[in-house]
Each structure stands twice: as C-alpha cells, then as structure tokens.
C-alpha cells in the first residue's frame, strides 16, 4: 500500500474509534412485515420474532455505498452467524435508502439469492410484476429457476427480456442456452464476447468450454457458484465432496433438492445447509424421507453407524429407522438410536443439522430418574436448535443422573455453552439444579472468520463508506460493513484498521450479540469433538463400542449385515 493511503487510514482508524469505547448494544425493535407493492427494495418477510432488524434500517443510507456493499457480500460462509446476518439485514422489511432504483433491487435480491435464499428473492423479483423491462429485477428470478433445474424457463425468461441482455449474468445464461440448443455459432460468439469483457473466472472458463466443445474436464470439480454448479451438472461431472466448504448457499440448497445427484453429496448439502440456516429440519426430514433404502440397509443401521461414522449417508439410514420404530414397545430403542445418530456426529454442522432434525423426537422421550444415557447429545441437540425446553429438561437430568462422576461436570459445560446465547435461561436452569454458572469471556478476534479471497483489499472502501454518512449512520449499512470485515483478514496496519471499522459497525448496527453466536459456535465445536472422543474411547467388544443399549436398538429386525460392495 502507498504511503499516502496508509496515513489517510490510519487517520481514519482514528476517527472512528473515537466512537467505539462506550458502544452499548440494544436488541432490534419490533417491526411489522411490509406491505409488497413496487418499491421491491423495501420488501422484507421477517418479524422482529424471527430477527428483523430496526424498520429504519436504511435511514441514512448512501445508494452508492450500498450498491458497493452489496457486490461484495459474500455468498459462502464460514459460520452461521454471518448467515443469519446477511438474512436478518436483506429480508428485514423497511424505507429503502433515498436514490434506490431497481439496480439497486437487483443487487440487493441477487445477494439473497446466490447466499441461498433464491425462493424468496425470486418470489420478491415475481412481485414487482415488471421483470421484462427491469433486466436486473429479473436476474434473481431466473437465477431459482435456473438452480431448481429448469434451464429452459431461465433460457425464455432472458430471451424476453426487452432491455440491458448484455450484463454479465445474462451473457453467461445466455451461454449457456445456445450451447445446450446446439445453436454452436451463437455460443461462440457470446463465449467470445465473455472472455474479451474478461467476466470469467478460471474455473468459469473451464466449464464453459467443456460446454462449448462437449469436452469433459478430468477429475472431480467443486463448484463455487450457480452457473458453475449448473454447468457441472449439465455436463454430468462428477462432485469433489471435500471441498464444498467452498461452495455458494445457493449450491448447497440446490444439489440438496436434486433427485437425480448422488445421495451421499445431497445428504451432506442438506446437512451443511440447515446448518447454515438456509434449510428447516423439517425440510431436511422430507429429504431423508425421500430416499429409498434396501430394508437390510435400514435395519442394520446400528452396526453401520459403529463401522461407517464418517459416512453422513447413515444419517438418513439411522432417521428412516427411527421412523419406523413409533410404536410404544420402541420407545426407548428409539431414543437409543436417536442418541447414537447424534454421538457420531463429527462436526458443529453435522450435529447442528440432526439436532434441528429430531429435536420433535426427542421432545417426546421419557426422562428416567437417575439414568440418562444420551442427556448430553439430547440437552446439547435442544440448545443448537433454539428449543429451551428441550435444553432444560435435558440438562437437569444430566446434572441429577448421580450414576456417571462426569454428568456435573458435563451439565456445567453445556449450561456455560447456553449461556453465550441466553445467560439468564442458563442461570435459572443451573440453579435449579444447585449449579452457579459462569458465562465464558469473549474477546474481539472472536467475530473474525475469513471467507473471501483477498479481502483486504475491500478495507479503504470500508471505511470510506463508514465515515461517510456523518451524523446519519444507518443501521442495515453498517451491518453490512460488519459482515464484510467478519469476512476478510489482514494483516499489520490493516488489520487495526479492520478491528476499528469492525468494532464502529458493530456500534452503529446495535449487532454485539454477534459476538455471542461466535463464540458459542467455537464452544459448541469443542463439545461436540469431546462427545465424539470419549465416544470413541468408550470399552469395546470385538472392535464394536459398547453401550448401554446394546441388545435394544441394536436388534432392529431383520439385522442383515451389509456385503463388502455396499
């Protein structure tokens, strides 16, 4: 970085942190749903229940700036808190900012849908009722029906299109259109024109002249975005499991649905995307519902979950067998079974995702005094999916079962786990239970979780835009500023810089719980590796682990073990 600019940060690192030292965070304000009508820009479908910010959110707010922000948002994660920051901000009804027009609209509903959220920026794009004459209105509802498989209505929808078909999007779709039409002249033109206006990326360029040429590129791809997702799967090319930390949410939510996609690669994409918040366990609950399993496969579940942990494919093995064990005399094999499909959960996402998917189930098992096997997979599954009854109900039998020396210690762990989220919830239920918790510190660094590729170079912009509007700092803006600088990471005088802008956002948007959700992600990680290590240690027979409840769930019938090529 030059001199010049260095001082000119360092000056502005000054300056704003001139207002961070007595920042005092507030909780949203209640807001009703907005009307839909044509300022598509102001549309939102969250209630304050569901973490709408502040209705006033844009007041103060610079088209401009916010259109920069908004190019720049990222669409993958690295933890659901910056999810459910990007959800909270664009899908929170209120005024847009003075200047919004529908470019501004687009960029706003396209952010939504390349994070995930394509159904409801379509469903917001459809509303506005003018798609063929706003080309960027447009872009978001051919973007869903382009991820839901049907290419052919995203082909039509850009072939109406009255105006501004030269964008990057359109040009790519377009692509895209006359190479699976056969129209091969048309295609290389356009291909032409996007790698003169040098639109593609490296990968891009792959696809798209594998596409073009009906060659097929060597090995397994992982795709980071939409048109690279679909492209792959037009050219039936195998998935890279390893790296869809990688991906776009909207890749996550689309291969999760695709019925004609490996079921080992769809289970995980469900997993990875209720995780992040994109998904219901409900929804993850018809997708596992909808595979089809040989019985042997189902009913020798017990088994694979001790062989194959790793596999994220027993997971639906292990929910299809505990729906069909709902009669009375499987009550507890089923609570069993239901503990051991959340004891071999290897990662936050996985665990997170099956604790939203039988957090219904476990709410209907039985706690017997003084013998809670699976009290802490069950009390931990109830704090990861928002159900506080299920959490205290969990926790107090853990902390009451006098059978295990380690139960007080563990209910004490997950009480300071709850406590990052609701300390009050935690203290009430510890009291109950004779515990004084002490709620864990959380430092500055913890907010801090890089996803973007050179983000760095993103700062100077960000704090332009944070001292720029003056007396009128508006609050979905500078959440924005906070997602981005959660998002990049640098490294000497940038990265006070970072910290500083971070912190003054964080001020401005009153979004401290942010914090919270950060480090009880990282707690929650280390609990979940400690299940699986004392798991793992736990005394075995034959080189099976035991358990409690060898002899019940165990003995699903009929128990076929599965052959060596399953």
Known sequence: MKQGKTCWLMGALFALSCGVALAQYTDPVEVETSAFGQDTFGMGSLSAADGALPADLWFGAQAEDLAFLLDHVPARFSDPAQADL?????????????????????????????????????????????????????????????????????????ANLQSGRNSAFWLKLRFMCYSLSGETSAADLTFGLLKEQEILSDLDEVLFTALATGSKPKGNLSPKTGFQYVTIRQLQLPLDLDRFDEVDGAVLVALSGETSAPQQARVYAAER?????????????????????????????????????????????????????????????????????????????????LARLYAPTISQFEVVSNYAPYATEFALAGILAGDDGLAARWVTALAMDTTKPESLEAAVALLQLWSLRDENRAQVVGGYAGLTITRPEISMETLNNPVLDGGSNLIPDLVRISLSSGGQSSKGQAALVTLLTSAISASGDLESVRQIVQANSLRVSALGELYNERAFAKRAESLIKGLRSTSSSAGTTNGQRSSPTAGSAANIKPRVKPSPNE
Do not use: W
């Open 273 to 353: 995307a209720v995780h992040f918040g994109f998904m219901s366990g409900q929804d993850l609950a018809g997708i596992f519902s909808s595979f089809e399993f040989p019985i042997d496969r189902i009913a020798s579940v017990k088994q694979l979950l001790i062989e194959q942990p790793e596999n994220h494919l027993v997971d639906a093995l292990a929910y299809q067998a505990i729906q069909q064990m709902m009669t009375i005399e499987f009550s507890f094999d089923r609570a069993a079974l239901a503990g051991e499909a959340l004891r071999v959960a290897d990662s936050l996402q996985r665990f997170s995702a």
């Open 86 to 158: 990007l959800r909270r901000v664009l899908l929170t009804p209120g005024d847009g900012p003075q200047g919004a027009n529908s470019k501004l609209t687009g960029k706003k509903l396209m952010a939504l849908a390349q994070a995930g959220f394509y159904e409801q920026a379509s469903s917001f794009a459809e509303l506005s009722g003018r798609l063929s004459n706003e080309p960027e209105l447009a872009q978001s509802a051919a973007y869903a029906e382009m991820m839901r498989g049907d290419l052919n209505a995203a082909c039509r929808r850009g």
